[in-house]
């Protein structure tokens, strides 16, 4: 294994580790709920496909707005970081329909099991982050070693 140092940045990820956390905990004492991405995705989502009759609380609609204007704001202190994508258009999406896949299996997502849940010591969120980690793990395996 090799360590790219050059894009090694401790600092950085420690802040946005501790601005996530920071973030969840605000959410959680705010709101009494859980910053898990699916489910605050969803009921916009959901309130779509009844035809309106399930209004979205302003709080999710309010969180995935900042989700949406989050680069553009970064982009006033530093250069947004190049994305590449080397997988197909079919690729990503059976990737994505798997994910969502897994996320209704596990009732939610890495953010909510994954920073919420194990804050919270939750033995149900350790089970779905050992679960997708291991699958994670396995599929970067499969498609680097054996594929």
């Known amino acids: 294994m ?5 894009a090694f940045t401790p600092w950085a990820s420690l802040a946005g580790g501790l601005l996530i956390g920071l973030a969840s905990a605000l959410y959680v004492l705010g709101n009494g709920r859980i910053a898990g991405i699916a489910g605050i995705v969803g009921s916009p989502l959901r309130a779509l496909a009844t035809g309106g009759r399930l209004a979205p609380e302003r709080s999710r609609l309010l969180f995935i707005a900042g989700l949406l204007v989050a680069p553009w704001a970064w982009q006033l202190f530093a250069p947004l970081p190049a ?8 690729l990503l999406v059976l990737a ?9 299996m596990g009732n939610g997502c890495t953010s909510g099991h994954g920073v919420c849940g194990l804050s919270r010591l939750s033995l149900r969120s350790l089970a779905n982050v050992m679960a997708f980690m291991g699958a994670g793990f396995a599929t970067v395996f499969v498609v680097r070693h054996m594929l």
């Open 2 to 6: 090799n360590i790219d140092w050059n």
């Open 96 to 104: 994505g329909l798997l994910v969502g896949v897994g996320v209704r």
């Open 83 to 90: 994305a590449t994508v080397s997988a197909g258009w079919p």
